[in-house]
C-alpha cells in the first residue's frame, strides 16, 4: 500500500505544464490515447450526466482550425497584421495530439449548475492530464479568447448550451523543464472558525 502511495504521489507531483509550442512527436499512440481519454471516465459526475466531452483535431483538420484562430482574431481586431494572422494560424498546428474540452449546461437534471459540470470536466481532464504524465508524455491546458469566437464555435458546431472550455495538448516535451515551486497547503487551507471575531 504505501509503495501504492508513494507512486501515486510521485506521479502527481511529477506532473507540469509544457507549452504547445516545446511539445513535438511522438504523441500517444491509438492505444495509449484510449488509455488517456478512458481516465476521464472516473471523475465525479453529479447526476451522471456525462456534461463534458473532448472534440479531437486530425491534421486533417488543423488547416481549418488555424483560420478560425485567425479569424477569431479579426474579430477582436480587424487591423491585426498578416504576420500577426499567421501566427495565430500557427497555433492550430502545435502538439502532436490536439482536443478541445466543452462542457454542456442543459443536458439533463436542471438543477445541477454550470459550475458542478465545469468542476467534473476539471477532474476529467486532471485525470488525463496525469495518465499522460504516467504514459512518459507532455501536457498543456490553454485558453484565450479565441474560445468565444464565432468563427470557433461554428467549426466545432457548438450551440447556445456549449462552453468551449480550453484545448488540451499532448506530445513528448523537447526538453525537460525545472520543476516549478507548489504552493503549500497552509497557502489555500483555512478552519472554518464560528467563535466571535
Same mark, same amino acid.
Request: with cysteine.
Given at each position: 500500500m504505501q509503495d501504492t502511495i @508513494?507512486?501515486?504521489?510521485? &506521479? %502527481?507531483?511529477?506532473? =507540469? *505544464?509544457?507549452?504547445?509550442?516545446?511539445?513535438?512527436?511522438?504523441?500517444?499512440? @491509438? @492505444? =495509449?490515447?484510449q488509455r488517456i481519454l478512458s481516465a476521464a471516465a472516473h471523475a465525479p459526475d453529479h447526476g451522471q450526466l456525462l456534461p463534458w466531452r473532448f472534440v479531437c483535431i486530425p491534421d486533417t483538420a488543423r488547416a481549418a482550425l488555424g483560420e478560425a484562430f485567425a479569424s477569431a482574431l479579426l474579430e477582436r481586431d480587424a487591423l491585426a497584421l498578416p504576420e500577426q494572422l499567421q501566427q495565430a494560424r500557427d497555433k492550430a498546428f502545435r502538439a502532436p495530439v490536439l482536443m478541445l474540452v466543452v462542457v454542456q449546461d442543459a443536458s439533463g437534471d436542471a438543477t445541477i449548475g454550470l459550475d458542478e459540470r465545469v468542476l467534473s470536466a476539471g477532474c476529467a481532464v486532471q485525470n488525463m492530464l496525469l495518465m499522460a504524465t504516467a504514459l512518459g508524455f507532455g501536457s498543456a491546458l490553454t485558453s484565450g479568447k479565441a474560445l468565444k469566437a464565432s468563427a470557433l464555435r461554428a467549426l466545432f458546431g457548438l450551440g447556445s448550451q456549449d462552453h468551449a472550455i480550453c484545448f488540451l495538448? &499532448?506530445? *513528448? @516535451? =523537447?526538453?525537460? =523543464? /525545472? %520543476?516549478?515551486?507548489?504552493?503549500?497547503?497552509?497557502?489555500?487551507? *483555512?478552519? &472554518?472558525? *464560528?467563535? /466571535?471575531?
Amino acid at each position: 500500500m504505501q509503495d501504492t502511495i @508513494a507512486l501515486i504521489s510521485t &506521479l %502527481m507531483q511529477s506532473r =507540469q *505544464t509544457i507549452l504547445p509550442k516545446r511539445l513535438c512527436a511522438p504523441g500517444p499512440d @491509438a @492505444a =495509449q490515447l484510449q488509455r488517456i481519454l478512458s481516465a476521464a471516465a472516473h471523475a465525479p459526475d453529479h447526476g451522471q450526466l456525462l456534461p463534458w466531452r473532448f472534440v479531437c483535431i486530425p491534421d486533417t483538420a488543423r488547416a481549418a482550425l488555424g483560420e478560425a484562430f485567425a479569424s477569431a482574431l479579426l474579430e477582436r481586431d480587424a487591423l491585426a497584421l498578416p504576420e500577426q494572422l499567421q501566427q495565430a494560424r500557427d497555433k492550430a498546428f502545435r502538439a502532436p495530439v490536439l482536443m478541445l474540452v466543452v462542457v454542456q449546461d442543459a443536458s439533463g437534471d436542471a438543477t445541477i449548475g454550470l459550475d458542478e459540470r465545469v468542476l467534473s470536466a476539471g477532474c476529467a481532464v486532471q485525470n488525463m492530464l496525469l495518465m499522460a504524465t504516467a504514459l512518459g508524455f507532455g501536457s498543456a491546458l490553454t485558453s484565450g479568447k479565441a474560445l468565444k469566437a464565432s468563427a470557433l464555435r461554428a467549426l466545432f458546431g457548438l450551440g447556445s448550451q456549449d462552453h468551449a472550455i480550453c484545448f488540451l495538448s &499532448l506530445g *513528448t @516535451a =523537447q526538453r525537460a =523543464q /525545472p %520543476m516549478r515551486t507548489r504552493p503549500s497547503p497552509n497557502q489555500y487551507v *483555512t478552519t &472554518l472558525s *464560528t467563535e /466571535p471575531l
